[in-house]
């Protein structure tokens, strides 16, 4: 991260784009050469539009100069987006039809001394004419190949960035990577330069991500950030960072809907902690945490639980079958229930979407709990994505920031006797629920203990659990010894186990 003084935001050149604009730290820096470098299909060409159209809402003339595409194209493009490029003049230097003809051929002198110097003339006449304050020149590949030489294309792009600067222009140079991978002659000439990538997973849909380069006499978020191309334009995600959304709060425990569970918890839960539910599939771990949403909404607070796994309607039956019926609470928006599909969004996206519930910049009330469920479908829908913890834990410290209470469900391979988790997130939370099957008198039952509470004290001791029309929990398992390993053995006078229902 630059740490040169910074510019008054008022003073920027904004982008049009919320999430860069946060990126860039508030904006471009006016009356200057930017370069935008990324492989065909990264989102380049939009930009430069979206720039432009943000331009013309500000009251500034721009100009946008394609050497590859033909107007029709742009047009075309912002139809898409719903934009109108009224207010943008489009100058088209691509090559004419009439190139085809084998006549019109040069033969003594060299095709790239003319068509370079025609193609600076015609930018310089046009600047001339329009005085814009934005221009965006597509591509550089083009000029590169006119130029032929390293040498004249350098002296050329700074003869250009002169002609602008004196004329109050901001530039947006693109380039499409077509070059020699290692050419850094135009990065050092620039400003500031913005790298856009489009990446093609094996599995799922195509990602996106940006990374500011360089930016002269500014404070911009270093890093990657993802960003999707949607009808209106990129949409860019800002790389999370806890330590930017610190706010003070009070000390306070937050109580679910089961006290049994609670004592367990030494009194309840910590304000701005993260409690892991780890334990085999099927052992409860989804219905306590969304035990802990209904509690919430019961006091007026707002929820957020985030599926990978589990379908709406089968969490909203489940839960309604136990006597925690939230349908009517997400009706009113006091639980909401995204599901989400991890083929199709980025780590990134997925931050946005959860601090945006957390701010309420949804549309609904800030959230005060969130559940992720689970961390099997985040950590493990998305193989190729690299460092899904750290951008995790970061998450994780940005809520305890927030003052909101995380519930993370993971589930371990296995369902008795010695289990493993498929990594190990352990340390990531304040206070880790254990849930385990167990076998007694010919039935399989289920135990919770919490292993784990970094802000105090908690019972050490082992509970039943129970779904039978209700969500119970027993009295300590005092009589039995091996609980946790799936087979245990009965060394006391009373078992407390609970009966089920009708029995």
């Not at 730290?25 to 432009?52: A, F, I």
Request: with cysteine; proline share 4%; aromatic share 6%.
């Amino acid at each position: 991260m630059s740490s040169e003084s910074s510019q008054p935001s008022s003073a920027l050149s904004q982008t049009g784009i919320v999430g860069l604009d946060d990126v860039l730290g508030g904006g471009l820096t006016p009356c200057r050469l930017y370069l935008v470098e990324g492989n065909p299909g990264s989102g380049k060409t939009t930009l430069g539009l979206q720039y432009l159209t943000e331009g013309v809402r500000c009251g500034e003339r721009g100009i946008y100069v394609t050497l590859s595409e033909t107007k029709t194209e742009l047009m075309a493009i912002g139809r898409s987006h719903n934009w109108s490029l009224d207010g943008i003049d489009i100058i088209e230097l691509a090559a004419s039809e009439a190139e085809l003809d084998p006549e019109n051929q040069y033969t003594m002198f060299q095709p790239a001394e003319l068509e370079l110097n025609v193609t600076t003339k015609t930018i310089i006449d046009e600047v001339e004419r329009v005085k814009p304050k934005r221009i965006v020149i597509d591509s550089l590949s083009e000029m590169r190949l006119l130029a032929q030489s390293p040498l004249r294309y350098r002296r050329q792009v700074l003869a250009l960035k002169q002609f602008f600067t004196g004329r109050e222009c901001t530039v947006l140079l693109l380039d499409d990577r077509t070059s020699d991978a290692a050419d850094l002659q135009l990065q050092s000439i620039a400003h500031g330069v913005l790298s856009l990538e489009h990446l093609s997973p094996e599995y799922g849909a195509e990602r996106r991500r940006l990374r500011v380069i360089k930016l002269r006499g500014r404070r911009f978020r270093g890093g990657y950030h993802d960003f999707n191309i949607d009808t209106g334009g990129l949409v860019v995600f800002p790389r999370l960072i806890a330590s930017e959304h610190v706010l003070n709060r009070d000390l306070a425990r937050v109580q679910g809907s089961i006290p049994e569970i609670d004592e367990l918890l030494g009194g309840g839960i910590d304000v701005g902690t993260s409690v892991l539910l780890i334990g085999p599939a099927g052992s409860g771990k989804s219905t306590v945490a969304a035990s802990y949403a209904y509690a919430a909404a019961q006091r007026g607070e707002r929820a957020a639980l985030f599926l990978f796994d589990e379908r709406i309607e089968t969490l909203l039956k489940r839960m309604a079958g136990l006597g925690l019926d939230i349908a009517p609470y997400c009706a009113s928006g006091l639980i909401t229930v995204q599901q989400v599909d991890p083929a199709e969004l980025s780590p990134g996206e997925f931050s946005h979407a959860v601090r945006r519930a957390v701010d309420g910049e949804d549309g609904h009330a800030k959230a005060k709990i969130v559940v992720i469920d689970s961390l099997n479908g985040y950590l493990h829908s998305m193989p190729e994505e690299r460092f899904l913890t750290a951008q995790m834990h970061e998450l994780l410290t940005y809520l305890g920031h927030q003052g909101v209470v995380s519930f993370l469900v993971m589930a371990q391979h296995g369902m008795i006797g010695a289990m493993q988790a498929p990594v190990d997130t352990t340390y990531l939370a304040d206070a880790v629920i254990l849930f385990r099957y167990f076998e007694s008198e010919g039935h399989v039952r289920q135990a919770l203990s919490v292993v784990k509470k970094r802000s105090g004290r908690h019972e050490r001791t082992i509970r039943e659990l129970l779904f039978d029309g209700t969500l119970r929990v027993g009295a300590p398992l005092s009589g039995f010894q091996g609980v946790l390993t799936g087979t245990p053995a009965f060394h006391g006078r009373q078992k407390n186990l609970l009966r089920p229902a009708g029995e």
